[in-house]
């Protein structure tokens, strides 16, 4: 806590160093710009109603991070297919000052086509006030000082984008078309090729609900590159919920019960992550190595892993998990087309601790265990599209070979292979099947399972780009998954490892969008 409050100190002294220079700055000039972005979708046999999976009778005791199994994915090809169009636009102001001094104000809209349309009554013609509420936000609202104290530091406060390195872990997109930003105070330190970053971020005000119940963020990267062969980033970030979660509140006697067996207890959230990135270019081949390792109290996380018809979770919860991303690559720079050969590799770590045994099964006073997964915290990388990654799926790995071309200076095409798979699966209630339905065995004995498939399955993907010019540019992408048997009966890849992605068949599925981008 004492680190805490030296750290606020600090940047308190800086903010109020800043807003006296803003004071005493001259305007200079104003400029405008922005975005928009339009993109259509195109789910095939993919999304489905959120229904159970799996009755809750046969996971009974069984911490599986809920009440029930659920599931939004259907990999079945009854019912409709999943559409929809969105349209981000980004409009901002950029008012430099004397001194080094900029403040920057930028706007933002993200909708589905048809979400505020006035007339919706067609029949009758009746026309309604459109839905605004969730229209126009400030995307970024900052202040920048930059030469701070004559060396080579800028100081930026106020709501903004972060991307750190490549955006591996922290960048600015929630998905293609979707924007974030963070309350955040960085300051920046870039001298030849030498460049660190540190910030502190809000991510949550609880002050209604527990003095010390925020959740902050804060980071260190730093690169080094000064040779094109070898580059390197070195980075720790740290998250921190101060929320202390109770299973039961109030009762003293119920309180009395869990002192003595060390029940209910949850602390502070504390999530360190630590990782390395080594990347560069030389006669052609290309490589980007990214490793990082996440440890620290799950708290917050071991608080939702009650097991069924139980009332505590497990408040002794830790992370322990590894993340990484290989990309190696050669392009043929002469040769017609400039094509360029790669593959990729990528492992988010999974634990997934939702099975138990007989003896679990009889013990009443049995004490549950977390599944934790790499967390890929502020991500948009998007590895799996028809599975709908987006940054969040966790517990799982994959290979990838593919190829690219360039027809023109404008043009590039894209193809590539894959084969996906799951960490740790989940161990599915004991069950047979009759003329391709599943029936499940054994109600209530939930310590009788079958041994999890992990085959998320494999996959073609193929995009075109097409730069019209240096502000506009369109692409077609399209993706088909042969539906492996680990996703299709389901386990635990989503949200970090914590949502299921089980469906009702195992048809293959696909997915397709178009996408223009124009900035001014």
Excluded: C
């Excluded at 220079?21 to 400029?31: F, G």
């Excluded at 690559?329 to 400039?338: A, E, I, L």
């Amino acid at each position: 806590m004492k680190k805490t409050v030296l750290v606020s100190s600090i940047f308190l002294f800086l903010l109020l160093t800043l807003i006296t220079s803003v004071a005493i700055a001259e305007l200079q000039s104003v400029s405008v710009g922005g975005e928009l972005r339009i993109r259509g979708r195109w789910y095939i046999n993919t999304f489905g109603p959120v229904d159970e999976r799996i009755p809750a009778a046969f996971v009974q005791k069984r911490p599986v991070g809920g009440t029930k199994i659920t599931s939004k994915y259907k990999w079945d090809d009854e019912g409709p297919d999943w559409t929809r169009y969105e349209t981000s636009v980004l409009l901002n102001f950029k008012a430099d000052f004397t001194d080094n001094v900029t403040a920057f104000i930028e706007f933002y809209d993200w909708h589905i086509w048809g979400e505020d349309f006035r007339s919706r009554d067609y029949a009758t013609g009746t026309d309604i006030r459109a839905d605004s509420k969730d229209d126009v936000e400030i995307e970024q609202a900052y202040i920048e000082m930059r030469e701070l104290f004559g060396a080579p530091l800028s100081l930026r406060v106020g709501r903004q984008d972060l991307i750190m390195g490549k955006g591996w872990l922290v960048t600015n997109m929630l998905t293609p078309s979707q924007y974030s930003s963070h309350d955040a105070i960085r300051l920046t330190y870039k001298q030849d090729d030498w460049t660190v970053d540190a910030f502190a971020s809000k991510l949550s005000e609880r002050y209604q609900i527990e003095e010390d119940g925020d959740i902050d963020f804060y980071g260190v990267y730093g690169t080094y590159s000064g040779w094109k062969p070898l580059s390197i980033s070195a980075y720790w970030y740290f998250l921190r919920d101060g929320l202390s979660p109770h299973d039961t509140t109030g009762n003293p006697v119920v309180e009395f019960y869990e002192d003595i067996l060390n029940r209910d207890d949850y602390g502070v959230t504390k999530l360190h992550t630590v990782g390395i990135r080594a990347f560069g270019m030389s006669s052609g081949f290309d490589y980007d190595l990214e490793l990082a390792y996440q440890f620290g109290e799950a708290d917050s996380l071991g608080a939702r892993f009650k097991p069924i018809g139980m009332i505590y979770g497990d408040d002794d919860a830790n992370w322990g998990d590894l993340g990484a991303e290989l990309t190696l690559g050669y392009t043929f720079s002469d040769v017609k087309w400039s094509p360029r050969i790669y593959t990729l590799g990528v492992f988010f770590q999974g634990h997934d601790n939702r099975s138990i045994n007989f003896w679990d099964w009889l013990n009443p006073f049995y004490e549950p265990e977390a599944s934790h997964s790499f967390n890929r915290l502020f991500s948009d990388k998007n590895y799996l599209p028809t599975v709908n990654d987006n940054g969040w799926m966790s517990n799982y790995w994959q290979v990838q070979l593919g190829f690219e071309l360039k027809p023109t200076d404008k043009i590039l095409v894209h193809v590539h292979g894959a084969y996906d798979g799951i960490v740790s699966p989940f161990d599915q209630p004991k069950s047979f099947e009759v003329f391709g339905r599943r029936f499940y065995a054994a109600p209530f004995l939930s310590f009788w399972t079958d041994e999890g498939e992990n085959d998320i399955g494999w996959e073609i993907a193929a995009f075109i780009r097409y730069n019209y010019s240096k502000d506009l540019w369109f692409q077609l992408y399209g993706n088909y998954l042969f539906v492996g048997d680990g996703l299709a009966k389901g386990s635990y890849i989503q949200a970090n490892g914590t949502d299921f992605a089980g469906g009702t068949d195992n048809d293959n599925a696909g997915y397709i969008f178009w996408m223009t981008v124009l900035k001014f």
